[in-house]
């Protein structure tokens, strides 16, 4: 993943703080100071607070839960990763503030708090943990979707203890509920794939509600990092191009009303965090902005495949032409 590599050069003023002491079996790979995009993306969430953070819609992290969520193959990988993100906070407070286990678990809970989400909870009996994670109702999937989140509370907790904790999420918000419930497990469970078509169909149900909670950009770029990966970013960009196709049919059913139809792929954009569109219609122009912490190839085709497949569904032209553009820290994706 180079693209993302890249991005640690934004980041390199924290890394001061981060060295040295951070040799324990579960610490991160700090060698010759550098620090990971990991570490950084935690360390801006941690270090900013709002109202000067940078935020996105609940719902642009609802739909890279649901894409993390497509196949079992990338369910785990959204949990090992998580596990990697888990190990680098506990790093983090670990510099910071000695805690011991279980009460170091506030540090975890206020965490999430700070990324967005409503509040946490938890319970701890012995070796077995049940951590609870509020948020606003949505109900969109058919399972468990938040295996990253699973990743994160086990890797928080493993480091913690120095041994192996696995989590699983028994029950998801998103699936109906006001919590995601992650409880202790002998080996983590990996509930089954989600189908493209229901999102599709929240999409059609959630469309034309208003803006919700927010969630701090850092932690939905971290949340994106494994489909963003190569072996499986093409396949993603096939699923955006088939959700804004769909998409496109629920904004404006039966309108053939260009400027009504640009003004909708406009709101969607907002809705799902892919950017700021800028549109016009003659001649038929999209152009997309990423600010800098979205600014990133992967990403940027994610955004223009959502954007080819919404307008391919209303009119008949299929050869779009996809130009990018990296302009200081920001990147331009234009469509025409
Ligand atoms: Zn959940």
Redesign the pocket.
Known sequence: MNNMRSRQHAYQKHKSNSTGALNSLYSINLTNGDVTYEHAMLLNILNNSAPYAKEVPEEALILG?FLSSMTPTLKKLGYNHGVSIGRALYDIFGIRNRLAYPQILDQLSKFFEQVGYKNCDYNVNGRFVSFR?Y?TKHKCSSG???DI?AGIISGFISASIGDISHIS?TS????GGEY?SFDSAISPKFSAPESIERYALHMQREGTLEIGDKIRTEYYMLNLMPLMDLEYSDSVCIMLHYLGSRAIKYIMPDNKNKVKILQGIKAIYNKIGFGDVVCTQKPLKLEIILDDLRSNKAFADFSASFAKGALEGFSAKEDYTVTYEKQGDIYKITIK
């Open positions: 839960n994670i948020k468990p979707i938040h989140e999420e998801c918000a998103y699936a995601c």
